[in-house]
């Protein structure tokens, strides 16, 4: 069993930047693709974010390209998400996910392909 723990959330002005952190525990880290989504109140679960299990290929949702970035550190067993010009509409709660068949390509994008979720973490962009 894979367990996640997202930290970093909380209240930014529009315009500025937050890191995410999340790291898993009981898996083997390394071997797993990871991905960041988000999911605003009254909305579906959205995708933000993959990054490849040797961090070699990155995957952005629209909305975030050329303003969030993905990292991933796995001797620490850990995901960033590295989030700047932050916008009122990028808040929503973000959730680290992981993928342990480590699927490649459009296939992060769907958050059914990912077996662990972290309990996810409030960002809020202020205007």
């Known amino acids: 069993q894979v367990h996640l723990v997202e930290s970093g959330g909380g209240l930014v002005q529009a315009g500025g930047s937050l890191r995410l952190s999340c790291t898993a525990s009981g898996g083997t880290f390394s071997s797993y693709a990871m991905g960041w989504f988000r999911q605003a109140q009254g909305n579906e679960r959205e995708f933000v974010v993959a990054i490849s299990r040797s961090g070699g290929n990155i995957y952005s949702g629209n909305s975030v390209k050329g303003r969030f970035t993905i990292a991933r550190d796995n001797a620490k067993n850990t995901v960033y998400l590295q989030m700047a010009s932050l916008k009122p509409e990028d808040t929503a709660v973000y959730f680290c996910?992981?993928?342990?068949?480590?699927?490649?390509?459009?296939?992060?994008?769907?958050?059914?392909?990912?077996?662990?979720w972290g309990q996810g973490t409030q960002i809020t962009v202020s205007s």
């Open positions: 996910a992981a993928d342990p068949q480590a699927h490649s390509s459009v296939m992060l994008t769907r958050s059914s392909v990912y077996d662990y």
